[in-house]
Structures are given as C-alpha cells and as structure tokens.
C-alpha cells in the first residue's frame, strides 16, 4: 500500500509540474503554444482515424499533412477565434452570452474551420484546385452535422468554466477523438469518386459478361444471337428462351416448349 502510494504521488507530483509548465507557457507565448497543441492534437488524432477506418498501416504523409494543417490552421485561428468571442460576444457577463458563443461556434467557425482544414490539406497533397473544391464542398457539412453531436455539450465548459488561457488545451484534448472523425469524413469524401468510378466498371463488366452468357446459350440452342439479345434483358441471369421463326414474326417459347424441340430443330 506504501509502495502504491508513493508512486501515485509521484504521477500526481509529475502532472502538476507538467501543468504549471504549460500553463507558463500559455500565458507567455500563447501564440506557439497553443500552435503546438493543436499540432501534437492533429497528429494523435489523425493516427487514431487511420487505424479506425483500416488495418494498421498509419500513413506517414498524411500524419505529416495534418500536424501541419494543426499548428497552422486550428491552433493559431482557435486562439483568436477565443479571444474575439470573449471581447465582443460577452455582453456584460450575460448569461445567455453562452448559447450566443456556442451558436457561433458551431455554424460559422465550425463550418469555416473545417473547410480550412480540406483546403490546406488539398494543398499539402497538391491536389488541384478542383479537387481541393470538391473536397470541401463533399466533406464541409458531415463535418459540421457531425460535430452537432457532441460540440455543443463540450462547449458548455469551453465557454464558461475553462479558463481563456486553457481553452485550446481543453478543446484539443476533446479534439484528437473528433479530429479523428474529421479525418475519416475528408477521406471518404476523397474516395468518393473512385468508389463511383469502381462501381461502374464492375456494373459494365456485369453486363458484358451476362450479354456473352447470353450468345453462349444461344449458339447451344441453336438460336441467332442477335434475336435473343433483343428478346432477353441484358442483365437477366437467365438463358435466353428459343425462337422459332414463323413467317416475318418470332414467338417465343416456353421452357418445357423449348426442352420439348430436339437440339439443331430450331432455325
């Protein structure tokens, strides 16, 4: 129990002196800090998407582009973006000054910061402008629906409780598991027109091979294989019925009818 004790202590003793130095920090050099945060943020949360959405082979790059697009983009701009709620949305204290700072927070900022990120990782990825456009047009508002879900509560404390100097630690603590979800929308958003892509040439090559299966079964029954395309669907899986040909007019037979003609019969 000593033992246990003491080492309990120890941790304790470590994270205070831990905090202390951050919070030194924070109210030193706000501005490389809070960068800093966001980056080590990013980078945890970006990690985390990966190996959620697939099997466990973290990409190098993409980590590199998103430590970036956090120490320049979330870091910086949530600073700021703090400061600027507290200067001119406080109203005197009001109470209901709350709900004005998370509404904003969660459509213009949100909506703006999100679209920040896509577009600075289009550019770290090189992507053309095209692509950057349709990536935050595809990824812009899941994002943002999907923070409805758990921003607003955590806001509650942001706003109210945390300290201005502590924000950006506190929302970035929050933030490796939503960055996670950031990432994973922008990167399905990116896969979208390959998936589209895929899906179609797999439908063509459905069709094509159903439309040799279909002259196949014909040139066994002996039928032109023009005709019993014309008369079967071409996505059908089943064998074209047989035609016999009376006069300028094709009537088709049934099954049993069909089985009922001896092979090499039919014209």
Not at 59 to 71: E, K, M
Not at 77 to 96: E, K
Not at 184 to 210: L, M
Request: net charge positive; aromatic share 10%; glycine share 4%.
């Amino acid at each position: 129990i000593f033992l246990a004790t003491t080492r309990w202590s120890q941790i304790a003793a470590s994270i205070s002196i831990a905090y202390r130095t951050y919070e030194r920090a924070a109210i030193g050099r706000p501005l490389l800090t809070k960068a800093a945060t966001s980056g080590v943020a990013y980078l945890l949360g970006d990690v985390l998407a990966q190996s959620v959405t697939g099997p466990w082979k973290v990409d190098r790059r993409r980590v590199v582009r998103s430590t970036i697009a956090g120490f320049v983009s979330h870091g910086p701009q949530l600073h700021f973006w703090c400061l600027l709620l507290d200067r001119y949305f406080s109203f005197g204290g009001a109470r209901w000054a709350l709900l004005v700072k998370i509404l904003l927070d969660q459509t213009v900022f949100s909506l703006y910061l999100n679209s920040a990120y896509c577009a600075l990782m289009g550019v770290l990825e090189r992507s053309t402008p095209a692509q950057i456009w349709r990536r935050v047009r595809s990824s812009a508002f899941p994002s943002l629906f999907a923070s409805w879900r758990f921003w607003p509560a955590v806001h509650v404390f942001t706003y109210s409780v945390v300290p201005l100097h502590l924000r950006v630690l506190w929302v970035d603590a929050v933030e490796i598991g939503w960055v996670a979800i950031l990432s994973s929308c922008v990167a399905r958003a990116t896969n979208e027109p390959y998936e589209s892509e895929r899906q179609d040439s797999s439908i063509q090559k459905e069709q094509i091979s159903s439309e040799l299966a279909h002259e196949d079964a014909a040139v066994f029954l002996g039928v032109d294989a023009a005709k019993a395309r014309d008369t079967v669907s071409p996505i059908t899986t089943h064998p074209p019925c047989p035609v016999m040909e009376l006069g300028e007019s094709a009537v088709p037979l049934s099954p049993n009818e069909a089985d009922a003609i001896p092979r090499g019969s039919i014209s």
